[in-house]
């Protein structure tokens, strides 16, 4: 793959990356979903990421040799 080519899909990524949020935002306002809904399962979700780390980190990676 050319230097060029992987730039361009850096960007590509990068794009579809960013336009993310918006679009689940939008597609739930539009299943008719409130934003304080959204927002509850977005925390739900960050700490349910947030618990799994540190379960990896200080339970389940100290105990790989």
Request: with cysteine; charged share 10%; hydrophobic share 55%.
């Amino acid at each position: 793959m050319a230097v060029q080519e992987k730039i361009e899909m850096a960007a590509i990524a990068s794009g579809a990356a960013k336009s993310g949020p918006p679009v689940v935002v939008s597609g739930m306002s539009l299943a008719g979903y409130s934003l304080n809904d959204w927002v509850l399962v977005a925390t739900l979700c960050w700490i349910v990421i947030q618990a799994g780390w540190f379960v990896w980190s200080n339970i389940i990676k100290p105990k790989q040799p």
